[in-house]
């Protein structure tokens, strides 16, 4: 899907491109590829790199363009794993800005509310279009990370007293969405230093909006890297939280069964086809019952003393 927006804040879409423009593309079609190379002039090596999930960040120049990609969080719910991170690829021209990406993410200004998507109709320069997407993405991270904290809570109680490892797998989950996490924000970072530093943009940086990007982007990998350190170290106490677990339920039922055990023994015994003392007995039954009921009383309790049962 290609969209052309007159502002980079998205509220006056337009049919072809003029000056100053900015061209949003999301999971693009071969057939919108070939438009893009052929109208826009955007290599095609460039578009599938983009495309590839596992694209890392990086940013690079040329004489008549500059491209960068930053990896940017997004909510999965079909596989299992809450997070992940996808490339956003940023195509800067002298005529026009071009952003692409493989899905509708929550960075782009057309995701966000009227307020933020009017902080960026005020920027007409590219490199700092780029900064407001380096913060917000940033911005993103830390919800995300916030909402994978919470869901590690909730998770603490199941495990305490689970036996199963549905929960267990479900914090490998959280823990794999923190490696892509902190995998991501530290491309970002590198890409923000380089573009602090380069020699090719000419424009002028809002220094202030870089300073906060960059102090969102240390944020958010600081507190990635403490959650992944923090589950990392629940994972191993909750294996053998869930092993103790299930060694209790195997005690319990080892004991039950020796309880039963008793009066099978006691009608075992009477049940055999040899003489015994109550075999002319009219009170043999109940007798033979409550000695069997008391033998596994007394073996209750005996157990309970122990602190077995």
Do not use: H
């Not at 071969?30 to 190379?37: A, C, H, K, M, V």
């Not at 869930?242 to 009477?270: C, D, E, G, R």
């Amino acid at each position: 899907m290609i969209k052309i927006y007159k502002t980079f804040g998205g509220f006056s879409p337009i049919s072809k491109p003029e000056k100053g423009c900015w061209i949003n593309v999301v999971n693009p079609t071969p057939g919108e590829i070939d438009s893009i190379n052929r109208d826009f002039g955007l290599p095609v090596d460039l578009i599938n790199d983009v495309l590839d999930i596992d694209e890392r960040s990086r940013v690079e120049f040329e004489d008549d363009w500059t491209f960068v990609i930053l990896r940017i969080p997004v909510e999965v719910l079909n596989n299992g794993i809450p997070f992940q991170t996808v490339p956003l690829g940023v195509f800067i021209t002298e005529n026009y800005t071009m952003t692409v990406c493989l899905q509708d993410n929550e960075v782009s200004p057309l995701s966000q509310s009227v307020q933020i998507r009017e902080q960026y109709r005020q920027i007409t320069d590219p490199v700092n279009f780029i900064l407001r997407l380096f913060l917000r993405s940033g911005n993103m991270y830390l919800r995300y990370l916030k909402q994978i904290n919470q869901m590690t809570t909730v998770l603490e109680q199941d495990l305490e007293r689970s036996i199963k490892n549905k929960e267990l797998n479900r914090l490998l989950k959280m823990e794999k969405s923190l490696v892509y996490f902190i995998t991501s924000i530290k491309g970002n970072e590198i890409v923000l230093a380089k573009l602090r530093n380069a020699k090719k943009i000419t424009s002028e940086i809002n220094e202030d909006l870089l300073e906060d990007a960059i102090i969102e982007n240390k944020q958010a990998l600081e507190m990635a890297q403490i959650y992944s350190d923090i589950q990392s170290g629940m994972m191993d106490a909750f294996a053998s939280v869930i092993s103790n677990n299930l060694n209790v339920v195997m005690k319990q039922l080892t004991i039950i069964s020796i309880v039963l055990m008793i009066p099978t023994l006691v009608a075992s015994i009477f049940g055999m086809n040899v003489p015994n003392f109550l075999e002319e007995s009219n009170f043999a039954m109940p007798i033979i019952i409550a000695g069997s009921v008391f033998l596994s009383i007394i073996g209750v309790i005996s157990f309970r003393k122990r602190q077995w049962f």
